[in-house]
């Protein structure tokens, strides 16, 4: 194609006058296909211009098959009767998309009937009407399937409004298939079928294969319930475009191959602009917040009623409130005498000339599509008479105007046409003469999506303003410029997100409320202050609690999103697997992208990632933590697995020193990808790392982790040993967050014991009998305990290794404690205390929960005051206090401080016991240890009895054991009973005087076999 060509093809479609600038630049048919967005911005066309030429070129190169011309293929049909896909991109993508499937209505008679060769023109004619019908709307023809086609929208190209296209093509090639006329009188209909829905679409490597998933089938279902002349659709198309298409509901019909019935509906129309949103003001979310940006429009709102114009950009991405703000001050104005213009831009309609105005127009008069030409001019001569007291002349151009809106006529006005200036000279003038009698309110809705003849009408609006009653409020997303320049400087509002209170409320009135306030709170985190995220988001969890994927409004934005990155989108999916933010480094390294910088930069450039630092240390992020989760699910599964391998592999050597320093990252990637066994060693290095910084919880996830990763492996030795050693883990960090008596604690020692009878480690046996050990003794089942403990010796006396014999000593010391063998515990706390060295052994207490030291000592202390050596009881207490502290092991400093507030107790000194228990529970709420808050509070409950007030000191008591015994554990309950006489009888009770005391010491007696505190004297 030569440079003539191109002036043809811009003419084509309606941007005829950017013909020189293109044959200045000598940008010929080869260079046309090349152009990108940044060329289309460097030759300084602006928004709308550049996405339809774009768009147009997208769809050309689909079509044309790579080789044959240009102008040919746009025009023609070639129909391959079998087969025929367009050439695929080689990388396939999982996307939700809408499939449509048209068939003519009919053909087999039809076959039997015509000539062969009339019967091919029947087809191609039919063809022809409904492929121009799928591509006005950018849809893609996918397959030619004898009469029928399968197109797609949605892919490759992705739009924020794909089902709604998909009716809207549909429509149109109802209309124009039913127009069709031939001279044998023949009729010609079309069924039509759309559905919505997950595929995996693209080259798969077999040839014809190009999209799979169930919703190509469905499509195809709905199109052979329809009648003639009707467009069947499922629930996800009718969800996804009922704010624009009127649709009707037809109940459920049972389709073949589908187990259940399909819920469909028919398309009838499209509704008129506004329309459904006016129709349920009630269904709209409360207001929320925007009080500043509200009381500006207001304000301006009188000024222009004095006679100032004014002109106000209103700035915010997609979803963020500005249609909302729009119509809130709509609704303000209600009462008032005013005129309001709506001109809505839409994004398919870029190429059409003065598409909002014509749509206002017919609006306004309330056309609808069966209305005949002379009936649209006297609806039109009506309703612009009476609103704007339009001339003749006014009506004639106007008409031409809206007789021109019907999608199927392009129109093609250009700015060189006379008849172009007299347009918008007719349409100036009626805003001039609408103004003469009121206030007047313009409202442009997404002008980021405007068409230029549109866009010329602005530009000498806002140059008349001055001393006119009007608003010119112009909503669009961030990128779109005002046409400059203007006389009086726009006043720009910028619509931020809102704050998590307000995405509170939001989610709240959308049915948030009953779901629970940690389910809100993510949601409100994932959304990330964009309200139309909150909605949705609450909406759809609403809807299916079980279903995490993003609802298909939220997608299709940010697919579309993706889509306009045009090649650099792959490095965005990439770098969705790299998490939510990245350094610059490893991105090189794991992105061998020659221009890396320049795809960066576009990236960020589009607004998709943010970027803080520079150069080699700059480290992006995605803008928004959804826009990472739709590239991540963009991906098909096996790529994901090959880019989370390759970042494992950059990680473990090139980055091995964060691989090292993160294990959990490393862990994510092998598992992701697949590695199972490399990932568990990870999620135990991770797991170990975590625990060792006393973050149990994360260290549960990842030990947790690890042992999904070897769920997926074939059990061989080395595997139960891996299970082994996380078990081992897991049950330290278990019973930090859940409790030394958690049924989970219980279950995973179980494992781990069976796992380590087969193993010839008699360490790993040894620490797992002693985590059963501890679960049966947190429970006060002395007996069963014992019973370990004595093979714990021996394994320990058998071994000779330090670590084993302190265990095993100091736990035959607390079991002993418990039994009120108190020198029995002494002796073997005693022995457990000399081999301790609190370097040596700093590593026991991640392996055990607590540290050897701090736990005998604290233990020695109680044995000693029950035997009655108060001052070397008080003196253990002492070191164990400082040492808890020493070690920076909050739960070891907790046990001592707990096993204090008792010592306290025991001496009957409430003031003292006060202070400990406050310690206890103010470290344990900090750190959520149930286990040892609810052992605070009930020492806590005794003192704030003995000390006078007896009831709250009772209720704090019951509290406590009520948390105590939450975590499964029910060891000191008899003790606790004993506080609660104790604190009765201390108020000048008898111990026997019939109280509520007597009721929940009875209760807890007799569940656990501890009694230590039957040494104490009731009374102290
Ligand atoms: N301040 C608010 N209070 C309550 N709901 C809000 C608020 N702002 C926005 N919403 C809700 O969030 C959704 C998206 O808002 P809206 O349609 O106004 O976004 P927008 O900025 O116009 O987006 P687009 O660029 O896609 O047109 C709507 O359902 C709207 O009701
Ligand atoms: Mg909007």
């Not at 009937?113 to 849809?139: H, K, M, N, S, W």
């Not at 001050?329 to 309001?340: I, M, V």
Request: with cysteine.
């Amino acid at each position: 194609m030569a440079l003539h060509d191109v002036s043809d093809w811009l003419e084509s479609i309606g941007l005829g006058r950017y013909a020189p600038l293109f044959r200045e630049q000598e940008i010929d048919h080869e260079a046309l296909l090349q152009l990108n967005e940044a060329d289309l911005k460097g030759l300084g066309l602006p928004l709308g211009p550049r996405r339809l030429i774009l768009s147009r070129l997208s769809q050309n190169s689909r079509a044309i098959n790579g080789s044959t011309g240009f102008r040919q293929a746009s025009n023609d049909v070639t129909i391959d009767t079998t087969i025929s896909a367009n050439p695929l991109p080689a990388s396939a993508e999982r996307r939700r998309i809408a499939i449509a499937f048209f068939d003519m209505v009919d053909s087999t008679p039809l076959a039997v009937r015509l000539d062969p060769e009339e019967l091919l023109d029947v087809t191609q004619r039919f063809l022809e009407r409904v492929r121009t019908a799928i591509l006005r709307y950018d849809g893609y023809v996918a397959r030619y399937l004898g009469d029928g086609i399968l197109a797609f929208f949605g892919w490759p190209e992705a739009f924020e409004d794909q089902a709604e296209r998909a009716a809207r093509a549909a429509l149109d090639s109802v209309a124009a298939v039913r127009a069709l006329q031939f001279e044998s009188g023949l009729q010609l209909d079309v069924r039509v079928g759309i559905a919505t829905g997950l595929v995996v679409v693209g080259d798969h490597g077999h040839r014809g294969s190009d999209v799979s998933g169930d919703t190509p089938n469905r499509a195809q279902r709905l199109q052979s319930m329809a009648s003639p002349g009707q467009i069947v659709i499922d629930r996800a198309t009718q969800v996804a475009c009922a704010s624009n298409i009127a649709t009707q509901s037809l109940g459920s019909m049972s389709a073949k191959g589908f187990p259940e019935p399909l819920a469909v509906w028919t398309v009838d129309g499209v509704a008129r602009t506004g329309e459904m949103d006016e129709s349920s003001p009630d269904t709209l979310t409360p207001f929320v917040g925007r009080e500043h940006e509200f009381g500006m429009l207001q304000d301006r709102w009188e000024t222009v009623k004095s006679g100032e114009g004014q002109l106000m950009l209103l700035t915010g991405e997609a979803g963020i409130g500005k249609s909302r703000l729009v119509k809130m001050l709509q609704s303000h104005l209600a009462g008032e005498a005013h005129t309001l213009v709506r001109l809505q831009c839409v994004d398919y309609q870029v190429g059409s000339a003065f598409y909002p105005i014509a749509q206002f127009f017919r609006d306004l008069a309330q056309i609808t599509t069966g209305d005949d030409d002379a009936e649209q001019r006297r609806k039109l001569e009506a309703s612009t008479l009476e609103k704007f007291a339009a001339t003749p002349k006014d009506i004639d151009l106007i008409a031409q105007l809206v007789l021109r809106v019907d999608p199927r006529v392009s129109l093609s006005f250009t700015s060189a046409d006379d008849a172009y200036d007299q347009v918008v000279d007719a349409i100036i003038g009626l805003v001039h003469r609408a103004a003469a009698a009121g206030p007047l309110l313009i409202v442009v809705e997404d002008a980021h999506w405007i068409d230029p003849s549109t866009e010329d009408v602005l530009r000498e609006l806002a140059s008349c303003l001055d001393g006119l009653p009007i608003m010119l409020l112009v909503a669009k997303r961030p990128g779109w410029q005002f046409p400059g320049p203007v006389h009086t400087p726009p006043t720009e509002i910028t619509l931020n997100r809102v704050t998590r209170d307000q995405a509170l409320e939001i989610a709240a009135a959308n049915g948030g409320d009953g779901l629970g306030r940690s389910l809100v709170r993510a949601i409100v985190e994932r959304a990330g202050g964009v309200p139309l995220y909150v909605e949705e988001l609450t909406k759809a969890m609403v809807q299916s609690p079980d279903k995490q994927e993003l609802p298909d409004s939220v997608q299709s934005l940010f697919v579309a999103r993706l889509d306009s990155l045009g090649q650099d989108k792959e490095l965005a999916q990439v770098l969705s697997v790299l998490g939510r933010s990245f350094d610059r480094r490893f991105i090189e390294a794991v992105n061998d992208n020659a221009d890396l910088d320049e795809s960066l930069q576009r990236i960020e450039t589009s607004g998709l990632v943010v970027r803080q630092g520079s150069g080699a240390k700059a480290v992006y992020g995605f803008k928004h933590a959804l826009i990472q989760e739709v590239a991540y699910e963009t991906l098909l599964l096996s790529a994901r697995r090959q880019v989370h391998s390759r970042v494992a592999d950059v990680l473990l050597t090139d980055f091995a020193d964060v691989a090292k320093r993160q294990p959990e990252i490393a862990a994510l990637h092998l598992s992701r990808s697949e590695r199972h066994e490399e990932a568990a060693a990870c999620f135990l290095e991770a797991g170990q790392r975590f625990a060792s910084h006393s973050a149990h919880i994360e260290a549960v996830e990842q030990y947790k982790g690890g042992l999904r990763s070897l769920g997926m492996t074939p059990q061989t030795q080395t595997r139960d040993g891996a299970e082994l050693d996380l078990r081992i883990g897991l049950g330290a960090s278990l019973l930090m967050k859940e409790g030394w008596s958690a049924p989970e604690v219980e279950e995973n020692y179980d494992v781990a014991l069976k796992l380590s009878r087969h193993t010839s480690d008699n360490r790993k046996l040894f620490v797992a009998l002693r985590g059963q050990a501890n679960v049966h003794f947190l429970k006060g089942e002395l007996r069963k305990t014992r019973s370990i403990v004595e093979q714990l010796i021996a394994m320990a006396e058998d071994d000779r290794s330090e670590d084993l014999l302190i265990e095993a000593y100091r736990s035959n010391g607390m079991c002993s404690v418990h039994e009120a063998e108190f020198e029995r515990a002494v002796e073997y706390l005693t022995r457990a205390h000399d081999i301790y060295d609190p370097v040596r052994h700093a590593g026991l207490k991640f392996t055990y929960g607590t540290d050897p030291g701090v736990v005998g000592m604290s233990g020695l202390s109680w044995a000693h005051w029950l035997m009655g050596n108060h001052e070397t009881a008080e003196s253990y207490r002492d070191r164990a206090v400082a040492l808890g502290k020493e070690l920076d092991h909050p739960f070891s400093l907790i046990y001592a401080e707990g096993f204090a507030a008792c010592l306290a107790q025991f001496k009957q000194d409430a003031a003292l016991a006060m202070t400990h228990a406050e310690s206890v529970i103010s470290m344990s709420e900090e750190h959520d240890y149930p286990y040892w808050t609810g052992w605070g509070r009930l020492v806590r409950g005794w003192a704030i009895a003995v000390q006078g007030d007896r009831s709250a000191g009772l209720a704090e008591l019951a509290e406590g054991i009520a948390t105590y015994s939450s975590t499964g554990a029910t060891q000191i309950l008899p003790y606790a009973a004993f506080l609660v006489r104790n604190a009765g009888l201390k108020l000048g009770r008898s111990a026997d005087s019939p109280s509520d005391t007597d009721e929940s010491g009875a209760i807890y007696t007799d569940r656990s076999e501890s009694r230590f505190f039957q040494a104490l004297k009731i009374g102290g």
